[in-house]
């Protein structure tokens, strides 16, 4: 008697009317609190400096693949080249309040085929970390890649980085590993941690954001009734 072999195949679920996300153009993303703009040497070089420079904390920079600046014309050479690119792709955040710039991130990775892009290039002030500002700026953003029809939204950063690990988190990315030898930044190793939240994600995601940025959550003195860190971990599939 001849046994018969039937191979086990499977695959993932059919996506029979997929067409792809679209490119990013954004120039302008706006808030209650914040405001994001096409990063631009002449509109955000002088506070984005300044900002930079009164930024006594080299962590961030010691994750950033450029950076500190010695110099102004160090700074602008830096603008001017990253400020026209099409992947990443700068924008410049403003607090709505003050008009200040106070912060950068961008868009990156960028691939419309398969509906995946990254957030990434961050760095806020630190009078506006963990803020209405720079939470609504992440919001922001999000909410523009699920609109514009990516189904995969990404996080990565060194492994070593735990502010930025914990910050995925409390921004609703699930852990999905650790990329071993996976680039050499400013002459070292840099394993990458790697966060991602998807589409199916995105209504949770978006009520959390809304509820923690609702004027209701917040005390007479600014404190916040409800951390975005408790709304956003019921989606979170995995810590790390």
Not at 144 to 170: L, P
Not at 196 to 221: G, H, M, Q, V
Request: proline share 5%.
């Amino acid at each position: 008697m001849t046994e018969t072999f039937t191979p086990d195949y499977q695959t993932g679920p059919g996506l029979p009317d997929w067409q792809g996300a679209g490119g990013i153009s954004c120039t302008r993303l706006e808030g209650r609190h914040a405001i994001l703009e096409r990063l631009d040497l002449a509109a955000h070089g002088d506070d984005l400096f300044g900002v930079f420079q009164r930024d006594g904390d080299t962590r961030d920079w010691l994750y950033l693949p450029y950076g500190p600046f010695e110099s102004r014309e160090d700074f602008n050479a830096w603008l001017a080249h990253f400020a026209p690119l099409g992947d990443p792709w700068f924008m410049a955040i403003r607090d709505a309040a003050s008009g200040r710039t106070c912060g950068v991130a961008s868009f990156l990775n960028i691939v419309p085929a398969m509906g995946s892009i990254e957030v990434g290039h961050i760095h806020f002030s630190p009078t506006i970390q963990r803020s209405p500002v720079a939470t609504e700026a992440m919001y922001l953003m999000m909410r523009h890649a699920f609109e514009e029809g990516y189904r995969r939204y990404e996080w990565k950063c060194d492994s070593h980085n735990q502010r930025s690990r914990r910050a995925a988190q409390r921004f609703g990315f699930s852990y999905e590993g650790l990329f071993r030898q996976h680039l050499v930044v400013k002459k070292r190793n840099r394993d990458t941690a790697w966060y991602a939240c998807i589409d199916s994600e995105w209504p949770a995601l978006k009520t959390a954001y809304e509820t923690w940025l609702d004027p209701a959550n917040f005390d007479a003195d600014g404190g916040q009734r409800q951390s975005l860190s408790s709304l956003t971990a019921p989606v979170l599939k995995a810590r790390g």
